[in-house]
């Protein structure tokens, strides 16, 4: 019996064990699918066949991970779970997706213009991004609930995500609004300057954006309140926080 080699499949924030068939296809164990991203174990098999149609039948392969064989996916079909359960707002699941394709993008811009990078440079900036992106998720929820917990409506509901996403940036970067950023730092329209930022500088969003979060969710506390909190709180920490972005 050939058994599937297994390798350590690193993606910056995380690492699974990634299976290759005799045959050179790639696979990866339904076990794994849960962990990554964060899935009950003991409903996992029926979750990833419902996800890929009640038709689906997942091969069972033998490796050096477990005595007996285990149910596994493609990677076609990693991909589709993947994406259906970004759709259901599985937050990991939306922030993978995001964080994968603006790699593939970058590496494919890299041999382009023929910039080299690193595979631990590439980890560190996924890594980055993924915890990101899921902060960010978090935050937009908390200033959600908060929304509906009181009742407002109108402009000031509509612009609420907005004026916080601005106090965060003037906190951080002395620069009163987003768009004024986005001109500073030459972001496209519509992109977001967390993109455009160095990966220090993007632990420094993210650290604000989780803090207030946290006290939105934790405290009830007033959203454009908390961030002026939490930025002053960091300002106390750090004299040259603001300083600390490379604009």
Known sequence: ?????VAEIDYGFAKVQGLMLPS???RIGVSQ??????????????????????????DKVYSELNPKPVNTVDLKQFAEICLKLAI?????AEAFCLAAIEETHERRFDKAFDK????EEYNARMKARMEGKITRRHLTDAVADYIKRHNITGNKAIFYYKQ???KIYEGLTGIKTTKKLREKLDVPEKQTPRDYVSDND?????EVEDTVQR????????????????IRALLLKDSGLSRKFKL
């Not at 019996?1 to 080699?5: D, E, I, L, V």
């Not at 006290?215 to 939490?230: G, K, R, S």
Request: aromatic share 6%.
């Open 88 to 92: 259901k707002w599985n937050k990991t």
């Open 215 to 230: 006290y939105i969710d934790n405290q009830d506390q007033e959203p454009l309140e908390a961030v002026d909190q939490v």
């Open 202 to 206: 993007l632990l420094h969003i993210q």
């Open 24 to 26: 050179g296809e790639y």
């Open 33 to 58: 699918i849960a962990e990554f991203l964060q899935l009950d174990k003991t409903i996992a098999t029926r979750e990833v066949k419902a996800l890929l149609g009640k038709d689906c039948q997942l």
């Open 1 to 5: 019996m050939n058994k599937a080699k």
């Open 164 to 166: 916080v996403t601005d």
């Open 116 to 119: 080299k990078q690193s595979e």
